[in-house]
């Protein structure tokens, strides 16, 4: 084609062979000019180059280089010195491989062992950047800075590790995990099966068990030989076979995928039993001491460890508080097996968890003025919407939020059903289609002018340019048919739908104003005749449901008398999304017959999926979750109540362990400072009895005269102190049912208490013990004497567990937290 020819189809548009979409060909001269540019640019910069971005910032489409230098030179010359470009940069990497050369250089004179992965991302590419991968040559410069990195790596490699004299080396035998279940179930198993002890998991990694039964060992990784274990024979501990076969059957209750980790957190005990020189347990009461001694390393190496430096860490061991509660599990599993045929009650006894998370008493001040603004975008968002939806009004409507204002229409693909400034700032520009001063639909002319202002338009080609417009007509239209629908029928899917939103609006005020956790708001029970009776019911609310987790405990609140009328009018809502359907909670998701609550919704879920559904109409919302509110809320109460905690524990209906575990409000030293006085017996733990013969731990003989039982009797009964008349000469344990009640409540209460620190060893051992193991030989003694009581005993005991407790010790064990804490 010649010159003049080329000139004829100057910008004209012509569709590119069997590439699908339109490619304009603009003047020959200056785009061959705008293309050398780029690449002179690049070969002096060392920029790598792309012809994909060639072609951009020429301003053509993709493919276009390629495409025109089928028929025309200029254009294949073009292509022949970016290709030239590309392979040179392919060689020597240019400035890309100039920079990480830099970076590699400084990593080795600050003492920093180099990686590709560390360069690679300190260039600001991935860590896989330079690493060859399967299907795929490196680039030579990429490859030549791998093999500098792999030198320079030499300089940095640790010493051969020397294996001490008298070490030999362990062989294993890999089985699977089922087969090593049979051959130590019964614990009869050879002791060279424990030696040899080994299995390999689904994930390809392996588990060696044998070293555990030597005290000092050394697990070394020798190449193609793999990882070969070393063991010094005079350190065997036969007793150690235990922990091996306890481990073996904890694992195989345990599901596939955690089994590799569990294992790596059991051998965390094992090295620490061999650097503390601790004795390996033999029995269930060592064992129990042991898994308290090691809870309390726990607790060490979590507290040692200092968040502003990394290294600084008791004894070799690192990890975090979340990791240190899953080792503990991971031990007390592992020796309930070997010990107790897996009753982790009888190795925990006294001793409490390590708490995933450490409590922050600064964690609840709240910004009361976000506070106010959060609950009262809600509440406009509730009352608006719902006289919407109740009083049948027609879309669009417009509504008054916070900070904003806002447009309701029916929902259509690709945009909100609710129109704020916030969400109308993309390609589905809203007030396209909408005149926020007359709030009603333009016509199509109006769209269209509309189409034409935005900036996306103009920056179009005139093909696309006409597309827009089309779709702009289209949705146009459809947004009509949408709202013609939605007000020709009330109850419309969209009507619906927006109504479960005003109930998830309501559910955040409603967490505000009960103090109720997510959970158990989100899941109270409700039916019609619960719906049709509040509604006639006096000056307030009663609202009740039972907390599964607190054993069955029921919660019941009321909503006052100036709250009734939005509760009204939410019962109202909700009537309205069923749809002449039901739901057995109170809250559901979806609408009508298929109203129900599920997955994380009904497991404390609920407000955060309603707040991420108006985060996005108003980015601004902060979120308060019910535990922040619950800890406001307390904070206050506490403060109006003078901090006694067993009042702020009533209002938020909860027990005061839970109240003072999860939403702290004093300093811990204090904390420990009423701990000790608790257990010293410094203070009163009970209220005066009418009836003197009738005490909270059983019956009095001789009230008020204290006398001891036994010689040397570990505490000193006292009458005010009812959990000392145990020890008294004149207690009697009565063989009936309630007198049995009162003894389990009050060692469910000690047991609750000891709980909460497993490091007083000293107040255990002294005071609480005693106590725990005189109920139980009194039991054991009644058992004897009048047989017919054991099956009351331990349906009692089940009770008790579940926190029933009777109404003396229920008291007790709700006013008395902040003698703990």
């Known amino acids: 084609m010649s010159v003049t020819d080329e000139s004829t189809v100057t910008k004209t548009a012509r569709l590119a062979n069997k590439r699908g979409f339109i490619t304009v060909l603009y003047d020959h001269a200056e785009l061959q000019a705008s293309f050398e540019g780029t690449l002179e640019a690049w070969r002096k910069s060392g920029e790598e180059p792309m012809k994909g971005k060639l072609e951009k910032v020429a301003g053509v489409t993709n493919g276009y280089l390629h495409i025109t230098a089928k028929k025309h030179f200029w254009a294949e010359k073009i292509l022949t010195d970016y290709k030239l470009l590309r392979r040179e940069w392919e060689d020597h990497g240019g400035a890309e491989y100039k920079a990480m050369k830099k970076i590699l250089n400084e990593m080795i004179k600050n003492g920093e062992e180099p990686s590709v992965g560390v360069i690679g991302e300190k260039a600001g590419r991935s860590s896989v950047y330079l690493l060859p991968r399967k299907n795929r040559q490196l680039y030579p410069w990429k490859m030549k800075l791998f093999e ?96 091996v076969r306890g481990a073996i059957l904890a694992l195989n209750g345990i599901p596939e995928k955690s089994q590799g980790i569990r294992v790596k957190h059991m051998e965390k005990y094992i090295n620490w039993l061999n650097r503390t020189e601790n004795i390996t347990p033999k029995s269930a009461k060592e064992a129990e001491k042991s898994y308290r001694e090691f809870t309390f390393y726990l607790h060490q ?38 010990f107790t045929n897996g009753n982790a009650e009888k190795i925990q006894g006294m001793t409490g968890i390590v708490e995933s998370s450490s409590q922050n008493e600064n964690e609840a001040v709240i910004d009361i003025d976000a506070l106010g603004d959060a609950l009262s975008y809600y509440y406009q968002f509730f009352e608006q919407v719902t006289d919407f939806l109740l009083e049948h009004k027609p879309y669009p409507y417009a509504i008054k939020l916070l900070e904003h204002d806002a447009i309701l229409v029916p929902q259509i693909p690709t945009y909100p059903q609710i129109m704020t400034p ?126 599964h987790r607190a054993g069955g405990k029921v919660v019941e609140f009321s909503i006052q ?98 109240s003072q575990s999860n939403y702290p409000a004093q300093p811990k030293d204090e904390s420990q400072k009423m701990m ?90 002294t005071v609480t013990e005693p106590i725990l193991d005189r109920i139980e030989l009194l039991l054991k003694a009644l058992k004897t004497k009048c047989p017919e009581t054991s099956g009351i005993i331990e349906d009692l005991r089940k009770e008790v567990d579940k926190q029933n407790l009777t109404s003396y010790w229920q008291g007790v064990h709700e006013r008395n937290w902040e003698a703990v804490w």
């Open 422 to 547: 916030f969400n109308g700032a993309n390609r589905f520009d809203w007030r396209i289609y909408f005149n926020p001063d007359v709030l009603d639909l333009r016509n199509e002319t109006g769209v269209k002018a509309a189409v034409m202002r935005s900036e996306v338009y103009q920056r179009k080609s005139p093909s696309k340019q006409a597309l827009m417009l089309n779709r702009a007509a289209d949705t146009l239209n459809t947004f009509r048919a949408a709202i013609l629908k939605a007000n020709s029928d009330y109850y419309h899917n969209t009507r619906l739908s927006l109504g479960l939103l005003a109930m998830r609006a309501y559910f955040m005020v409603m967490m505000d104003i009960t103090g109720l956790n997510d959970v158990t708001l989100a899941t109270m029970p409700w039916n019609d005749e619960n719906d049709l009776l509040e509604e006639e019911n006096g000056d307030s609310i009663k609202l009740r449901n039972i907390k």
């Open 301 to 338: 190496v979590v507290k040692g460890k200092d968040p502003r430096r990394k290294n600084q860490t008791i004894d070799i061991d690192n990890f975090s508080r979340k990791n240190a509660g899953r080792i503990q599990a991971s031990v007390l599993l592992m020796l309930a097996e070997a």
């Open 561 to 658: 008398r100036k709250f009734k009328p939005s509760f009204i009018t939410f019962l109202k809502l909700r009537r309205f999304v069923l749809d002449g359907y039901s739901c057995d909670t109170l809250y559901f998701t979806g609408t009508s017959k298929n109203a129900k609550l599920e997955g994380l919704q009904q497991n404390g879920g609920f407000g955060v999926y309603a707040y991420k559904d108006f985060q996005s109409y108003y980015p601004g919302l902060k979120y308060f979750g019910s535990r922040k509110l619950r800890r406001f809320k307390k904070q206050w109460i506490m403060k109006e109540t003078n901090g006694r905690t067993y009042l702020a524990a009533k209002l938020l209906q909860h027990t005061e362990s839970i």
């Open 148 to 243: 500098e990195t792999k030198e320079a790596q030499k300089a940095f490699d640790k010493p051969v590790l020397e294996i001490p004299k008298g070490y030999v080396r362990l062989t294993h035998q890999c089985q699977p995990l089922g087969a090593l279940v049979k051959e130590m179930e019964f614990g009869d198993g050879e002791i060279i099966a424990y030696k040899i002890a080994a299995v390999a998991f689904a994930n390809g990694k392996e588990a060696y068990f044998g070293s555990w039964l030597y005290q000092r060992w050394l697990r070394l990784s020798e190449g193609q030989k793999g990882v070969s274990t070393y063991v010094d024979p005079s350190s065997f501990d036969v007793q150690r076979t235990s922990l």
């Open 676 to 765: 000790a006085n608790y257990f010293d017996y410094q203070h009163s733990l009970t209220m005066e009895i009418d009836d003197r013969e009738m005490i909270g731990s059983g019956a009095c003989k001789s009230h008020n005269q204290p006398e001891v039982q036994v010689e040397n009797a570990p505490i000193k009964p006292d009458c005010n102190k009812k959990m000392t008349c145990l020890f008294c000469k004149h207690y009697r344990l009565m063989p009936i049912k309630q007198e049995i009640h009162k003894v389990l409540s009050m060692k469910y209460v000690i047991k609750e208490f000891s709980k909460l620190h497993a490091w007083s060893q000293t107040h255990f051992d």
